[in-house]
């Protein structure tokens, strides 16, 4: 049984040499599709052998700025496998965020493209400790202030001197994955490899993921939930196809294709893709959610189009990996629910003081258990706020344990099923109530009026802060601010109404883990000056 992240490549090597690891059908045209687990595995070994030839210290970082390929992959698992952490980088990020990131984690390493590379050089300046880069891609090398290796030639001279690991448990320091905060710097979350190898054995049991199955990793591999698809993918001995898409049809085709079994989006790019037409027959067995609420319109669209497809709906934190799940057989009964505790997690609710909810009482969500991160890097504040002792603890128990308190308000019901209210800092305040904008999201989906929308409180004089709406039309649908206003009103208390209303003729503003942009759209409402009533 695996302990450490990159066993779970080892030990399917060992017992199924030939199963297919990975496959990216759309990368590198004329080069190898498929890589087996023994392959994989090989690469893996190489890579890290050839990082502690460089001189990789023990839980030393080791950045990762790559779209999904084969590279990214097996620098990530290179680096754990070596004892040191990776830092995967979302490849949609400017230079000057890339500096931040490897300048608030030390990071010594940094693993990218020829390409890339090329737009880095001032941004480096800022980044004290790296001392090594490594392109893939070409074989000529550019040039650089720092030390320069291609990866072919870091593989190979892995494969020639094969060196020991650093000695690593399973309670070590496996990655940091670097989290959007609603106001501030992305903070860093420390995730040991006993989070990384429970969250993925728990997802792939309730999944009932097997070797047969073929996952499609859409999302990026620096967030949380994208990481999960490989993770969730080799813990099953099952094949992880990547997919750098430009068109949401292009989704669609690979899904035939490459006879997925597994799909995992958020709820953006879930509203996109139930507006398209999916062929009659479908091999996915599931399809997955989270990252925010799914519609109760988006999910009927996708019923009808995928009716042997199973649906299952989740709520996570990166501080937690993954928290909750909704059952497929759960969801005709309670569609608006994020399910219960997934396997060796426990999920409680609790009042400000800590003591319990009683049940439909809203509460915050408090997460505690083996997927419990090591707190934020280098940030002992925000660390102290976020990772604390639970009120209740046994008895003669004299060193605390530390839950994740996520933030989110949710309440559980008599049956022990949590609903999502809120996250307490979207929160709106207005006429001395606290509104949730995803009540009153729910509310404008269901109207079939709008694709998107996004509710935002702005401030305002009389009522400290108002709701505005900006949403994007329905496909087929002329919609105007009069028509949504009557839908609103039909269905929402007099203070839930949204007083501004924008609607845009392009699709709202993506982060770059595909979640709808709240802070950018919360600064391009203030920059209006009210201008958008």
Known sequence: MATLLHDFIFETAQRAPGTPALSYPAAYPSQEKLLSYTELARRVRDCASALLSLGLRRAERVAVYLEKCPENVTAMFGAAAAGGVFVPVNPLLKPQQLAYILADCNVSILVTSRERLAQLAPALAACPDLRTIIVTGHDELP?????????KS??????????????????????????????GRPKGVVLSHRNMVSGALSVASYLRNTPEDRILCVLPLSFDYG??????????????????????????????????????????LWIQLSQLSWPLSSPLRYITNSGGAMQRSTIEHLRL????????????????????????????????????????????????????????????????????????????ARTAERFKPLPAQTAGLVVPELAVWSGDTVRRDADGYLYFVGRNDDMIKTSGYRVSPAEVEEVVYASGLVGEAAALGVPHPVLGAAIALLVTAAPGVELSRDALLAA?????????????????????????????DRPLLAAELAAAHGDHT
């Open 154 to 183: 870091l593989l190979a001279a892995g494969a020639d001197i094969p060196m020991a690991p650093h000695v690593v448990i399973d309670t070590d320091m496996a990655a940091i994955l670097y989290t959007s905060g609603s106001t």
């Open 227 to 268: 990481l999960s698809q490989l993770t969730t993918a080799f813990a099953s001995g099952a094949c992880a196809v990547l997919m750098n898409y430009l068109l949401l049809r292009d989704i669609i085709e690979t899904v035939e294709q490459e006879a997925i079994t597994g799909l995992a989006a958020v709820p953006p």
């Open 305 to 380: 189009s995928l009716p042997r497809t199973q649906i299952f709906l989740m709520y996570g934190l990166t501080e937690a990996f993954r928290s909750t799940y909704l059952a497929p057989e759960q969801l005709e009964r309670r569609p608006d629910s994020i399910g219960q505790a997934i396997p060796n997690a426990e999920v409680l609710v609790l009042r400000p003081d800590g003591s319990v909810c009683e049940a439909d009482e809203p509460g915050e969500l408090v997460h505690r258990g083996a997927l419990v991160a090591l707190g934020y890097w280098n940030d002992a």
């Open 488 to 516: 609103c009103r039909l269905r929402l208390p007099a203070y839930m109404v949204p007083v501004y209303i924008v609607i845009r003729g392009d699709c709202l503003p993506r982060n770059p883990n595909g979640k709808i």
């Open 143 to 151: 040039a650089s202030a720092l030390p320069i290796m291609a990866w």
